[in-house]
């Protein structure tokens, strides 16, 4: 069967791999829909030390065809995969953060370190299969793992309250994403970004009040001043760096606020760290998604189809990803979302 590897950097190859074989550990799939991430473009760039050599594919849906040790489901009931491997049995596990378990390191995820699912049929691990309710088409199915990061950001890591000022670095599908959720608390949203034709689908379809251009001369300083003492969150979903912290981050947050960087980053930030202390600000990181972000993300779905679906812009097929990679990482890319369709 078909399937996508990233062979080496800047190099994804569609080959031939076997079929899984059921082996009374995994549920197996007919893939339906598969995301294409930020995280997969790191990964395609060579950035990322998880390296290459592997299918792609960590956000994924399909169908199932055989339950394996599952009673609970049927062939032709629809799930998505958690992409990760953490072990239920941890400190980490036992409290909350399976994002954070030794397991998913040693073991690997899905679609990032191991193989994933952008193939025709894929074999997950019985416990990391979440089924969806039959209504939920493919490509929402497919946006499960990002709706979870969205609310590992804003809910799990953010802790967003009612009637809280919150300003969003960044306009792609995570940044929406967190939008979404810290919208759904009762909060303000002020979103930046410089793309224009993302700015345009942010003032149409995103849950933002207000969305700038930071590139505007006074854009930001004019919606801070609104907050009169600054915003209480901001959450950093692009990529940081020196400048963004120190003239930007720091100068925006109100004194005793909080920073929550979501976006990611090789190498080391510099900062002013007296500035950062005398307004005693908080800086707080989120990274990946646990089990409750991910069956929070499935009832979000279920209850809301009609909120996300305008944010996918492309279904392709998989020979279509190298081409879309290098626009991706060209910044020519105008798409918000894309699902790949391995079917295709």
Known sequence: MKALRLVEPKNFQIVDIPEPIQDGKHVIIDVERVGLCGSDLTLWKGTRI????????????????????????????????????????????????????????????????IDGACTARFAVLADKAFKLDSAVNPELGALVEPIANGHHAAITRGNVQAGENILIIGGGIIAILTAW??????????????????????????????????????????????????FDKIFECSHPNDKLFNETLIPMARKG????????????????????????????????????????????????????????????????????????????????????????
């Not at 299918?55 to 394996?68: A, K």
């Not at 909350?96 to 378990?101: K, Q, R, V």
Request: hydrophobic letters at 40%; aromatic letters at 10%; proline letters at 4%.
């Open 181 to 230: 959720w810290a919208k759904k608390q009762g909060a303000y949203i002020v979103m930046s970004e410089i793309n224009e034709n993302r700015i345009a689908h942010l003032k149409k379809f995103s849950a933002a009040d207000e969305v700038v251009n930071p590139m505007e001369e006074g854009a930001l300083k004019a919606v801070q001043a609104k907050t009169r003492i600054g």
């Open 50 to 113: 998880f390296g290459s050599g592997h299918i792609m594919g960590h956000e994924y849906c399909g169908t199932v065809v055989d339950p394996g040790p599952r009673k609970d489901l049927c062939i032709g009931d629809r799930v998505a995969g958690i992409p990760a491997n953490y072990c239920r049995n941890c400190f980490f596990c036992n409290n909350g953060m399976e994002n954070l378990c030794n397991e998913t390191v040693t073991k690997g995820g899905p679609g990032v370190t």
């Open 257 to 344: 606020g909080t920073i929550i960087q979501v976006g990611s980053m090789e190498g080391v930030l510099s900062f002013n760290f007296f500035a950062f202390q005398y307004k005693e600000l908080s800086y707080v990181s989120s990274w990946s998604i646990t089990e409750n972000d991910f069956t929070e993300a499935i009832w979000a779905v279920e209850k809301y189809p009609e909120e996300f679906l305008p944010h996918i812009t492309s279904v392709i097929s998989m020979e279509e990803v190298q081409s879309r990679m290098t626009a991706m990482a060209s910044g020519k890319l105008q798409d918000v979302k894309v699902i790949i369709d391995p079917h295709r």
